[in-house]
């Protein structure tokens, strides 16, 4: 068995010359949620669609399940499922015929599987209200549960959040994880909403302009992603003299504000405000915090001239 449910190798696609995707080599390994990150055109629908079958590549190659041949590709996708391209929702019908059609495609035996799914992602208690009437949440909602049906072992979801209210959002989330942790299903999601990825995935891939720029794991994000002591004191120049003086080690930075940021060290910061406050100084602001996945991302594409 693979390690690996999907890996591209120099995948590249043109449209009338323009490269959406430029030898990009990306892989995802079996039993993560990797969070896909870029811009608007920056290519990972193009990249989600030709792997789910939806588009073709110009050059290069995929490799889903360990299987790279294209009777094998075509074999392992029934293991996907996928938001990518929004099933087309029956207006007249309610969420379980909806689902029903989808069953009967599908060709899924077990008609238990509708309430089992439809219970999975809230919609369970839509009655005969028709789909045609539902939110926007809603209809996200019933296109989760359809990609859901037949238990895939590959989630693909592109941009899942769109028209999710907050409290949703964090249903959606727990469901993720529940759904990744219990049952062993790895996920590929795209959002605009990076603070979400940052508590949901467990593996990135920041993509700009057609090009991977970088993978990496949680682990290393939070390596880059510096936590550091938030101070705002009434003198920060003389702050930075007792730091200097007193804290061994000391890595600091004095914004343009007068804000100081205090990377190392943070581990006792109640010692270090007992410390400024001896000191004579008047401690405003003193809050341990760290940069987010914002600001790496936006960091990570301004150094390609952005």
């Given at each position: ?30 039993g993560?949620?990797y ?15 030709i ?5 073709f ?24 499922g ?6 087309a929702?029956?207006?007249?019908m ?13 060709g ?12 999975m992602?809230?919609?369970q ?22 990609a ?30 529940r ?11 795209s ?32 390596g880059?992603c510096?936590?550091?002591?938030h ?9 930075a ?5 007193e ?43 760290g ?8 960091q ?7």
């Open positions: 068995m693979s390690d690996y449910v999907l890996r591209t190798n120099q995948l590249s696609k043109e449209y009338g010359g323009h490269n959406a995707l430029d030898h990009v080599d990306l892989s995802i390994r079996r993560s949620i969070g896909f990150i870029g811009q608007n055109g920056a290519g990972k629908s193009t990249l989600m669609r792997v789910t079958g939806l588009a590549p110009t050059s290069g190659s995929i490799e889903l399940f360990g299987k790279s041949g294209a009777q094998e590709i075509m074999g392992a996708r029934s293991r996907i996928t938001t990518i391209e929004s099933p929702l029956f207006p007249f309610t969420a379980y015929e909806n689902m029903e059609v989808q069953r009967l495609q599908k899924i035996r077990d008609k238990e599987a509708i309430e089992e799914t439809l219970a992602v809230g919609l208690e839509t009655g005969r209200k028709l789909a045609g009437d539902f939110s926007l949440g809603m209809k996200q909602r019933l296109d989760l549960a359809i859901l049906l037949g238990q895939p072992e590959f989630l693909i979801l592109d941009e899942p959040t769109n028209g999710l209210d907050p409290m949703s959002v964090v249903e959606l989330r727990g469901l993720l994880k759904l990744n942790r219990e049952s062993g299903i790895t996920i590929l999601i959002s605009h909403i990076l603070s979400e990825l940052h508590l949901l995935a467990t593996h990135y891939g920041i993509i700009h302009q057609g090009k991977l720029l970088e993978q990496l794991t949680l682990k290393e994000l939070s880059k510096r936590q550091y002591l101070i705002k004191v009434d003198d920060s120049g003389r702050a003299e007792v730091m200097r003086r804290l061994e080690g000391a890595e600091f930075k004095v914004m343009p504000d007068g804000i100081i940021r205090l990377f190392n060290p943070v581990e006792h910061p109640g010692k270090i405000s007992s410390m400024l406050a001896a000191s004579g100084l008047e401690i405003e602001q003193f809050t341990p915090t940069e987010h996945l914002e600001s790496y991302f936006v990570r594409i301004a150094g390609c001239g952005a």
